[in-house]
């Protein structure tokens, strides 16, 4: 077992186990046992699990990603105030403001990554499964967990449209399976893209599509799904089922919290209240709108009264 397997093997563990009881699920309610498409299904019962368990985190990566949204103008007030200040001091002023305005509002730019990061040793743990199933078959390499050589033997003969779930693009010169990866890899770098513009065209106010950060965001927008698909060619076909489920799920999970719980001054916020005076103005209600506050008035300045005058005064 090599370096990466050792750090991955409690992780790989647990993948192999969910994807083997979510086979146990599926052959108990009728499917095929042995190779067959309930392999197929347990990857993404995999995702299912995985998304299931991150919820919580997911509802944390929404508060911190408005909190990033809302501190955007004063964010670039700050950016603004320091432009042209590269002494050491400046540098320090600013970097202060900014974690104080991250500890004002209660977030940080890791926490909205926070769901990625995690599913990145997943990720990885699903590969070397993958990877290790025929050696494991051949009796080369110890069993992982449930995974025995009989058990990967069944995944390893386990297909998708007549790719194994274990078949890379660049390892196979069957131009039939090649075409299935190929469409698996556009589908997982799709997904992305649309994931990603869900979640920055639509539910972001209009101060947050503005500035440095936000033209780092566009740019990771078309950047990510072209690493994916240059890098899906080296991804066995069970990894691109994995990573297409997860960014359905995304995409879903997102849909449902941008229509019902819009960021502040988005898009989606707009339309939720459009339709939610519509809905009212059938039931004849008429719902206004929040006007501004008026400013305070400001007072007036007290005249300087003389001395002499005062003492009339009194």
Not at 143 to 168: C, K, R, T, W, Y
Not at 191 to 214: D, I, S, V, W, Y
Not at 240 to 251: E, F, H, R, V
Not at 279 to 306: D, N
């Amino acid at each position: 077992m090599g370096f990466f397997d050792t750090i991955l093997f409690p992780i790989q563990w647990v993948v192999a186990w969910i994807m083997y009881g979510s086979h146990q699920l599926f052959t108990a309610l009728g499917m095929q046992d042995g190779p067959g498409f309930a392999w197929v299904l347990s990857i993404v019962a995999l995702v299912i699990v995985i998304r299931i368990v991150l919820i919580p985190l997911f509802f944390k990566q929404i508060k911190a990603s408005r909190g990033m949204q809302i501190m955007q103008p004063e964010l670039q007030a700050i950016q603004k105030k320091y432009k042209n200040k590269k002494d050491p001091s400046s540098r320090e002023a600013m970097g202060r403001e900014t974690m104080e305005l991250y500890r004002k509002h209660g977030t940080n730019p890791m926490a909205s990554c926070m769901p990625i990061l995690l599913q990145s040793p997943i990720f990885f743990a699903l590969f070397r499964v993958l990877y290790n199933l025929q050696p494991i078959a051949e009796g080369e390499l110890d069993p992982i967990g449930p995974i025995d050589q009989s058990v990967a033997g069944d995944i390893e003969n386990s297909d998708l449209f007549g790719a194994q779930l274990s078949d890379v693009f660049l390892q196979t010169d069957d131009w039939g399976v090649r075409a299935v990866i190929l469409f698996l890899i556009i589908a997982m770098s799709a997904t992305t893209f649309f994931t990603q513009r869900q979640l920055t065209m639509k539910n972001m106010p209009k101060a947050a599509l503005e500035g440095p950060m936000a033209n780092t965001q566009k740019m990771m927008l078309y950047v990510l799904p072209l690493i994916f698909l240059i890098s899906g060619v080296n991804f066995p076909v069970g990894v691109l089922i994995y990573w297409t489920t997860t960014n359905l799920w995304s995409m879903g999970q997102q849909f449902y919290t941008i229509k019902k719980m819009p960021a502040p001054g988005s898009e989606a916020e707009r339309i939720l209240k459009e339709k939610q005076a519509a809905k009212a103005a059938k039931k004849g209600i008429v719902v206004e709108e929040e006007a501004p506050e008026p400013p305070k008035p400001r007072g007036q300045r007290q005249q300087p009264v003389r001395k002499d005058r005062q003492k009339r005064k009194k």
